[in-house]
């Protein structure tokens, strides 16, 4: 029922230029229960980035988002932002992705399907968070 923080998809990086911006790549390899719906949030720090703004009533606002039909399968889900953060020179920032379940608490999974059958056809992927500073 709230974000929680994904297992090593935490960066860090420490701007060498006072004007710079920062690109956040971010490949997520996600599983998760019949009709799941996995909710993303990018944070800086502790300030979410690009947050929905069409969260109203019941809707989810989030960062990033995906619709997964059946426990037995995994989906990719991509998403890159392009981040103009105030901060000093020799200041370090830390970006994290956190997910929610936003449908019935329906069990996500990262890097694996949902219901752990051991087949050929059963995937196992990676997931990634990249930072990269971008001169202005």
């Known amino acids: ?26 490949t997520l390899h996600v599983g998760g229960a019949d009709s799941a719906y996995p909710a993303f949030a990018l944070l800086r720090g502790s300030t979410i ?3 929905g ?25 991509a998403h890159h932002f392009l981040d103009t953060p105030s901060y000093s020179l020799g ?19 990262i890097n694996r399907t949902n219901n752990g059958v051991d087949a050929s056809y059963t995937l196992a992927g990676t997931s990634n968070l990249t930072v990269m500073e971008v001169a202005a």
């Open 49 to 51: 980035l690009a947050d």
């Open 91 to 109: 200041d370090t920032l830390t970006y994290k992705i956190q997910v929610l379940s936003a449908y019935n608490s329906k069990e996500i999974t």
């Open 1 to 26: 029922s709230s974000f929680v923080d994904v297992t090593d998809m935490s960066r860090t990086i420490q701007p060498t230029a006072a004007s710079s911006k920062i690109l956040i790549l971010t």
């Open 53 to 77: 703004d069409y969260g109203t009533g019941s809707r989810t606002a989030c960062t990033f988002g995906h619709y997964l039909p059946s426990q037995t399968t995994t989906n990719m889900v």
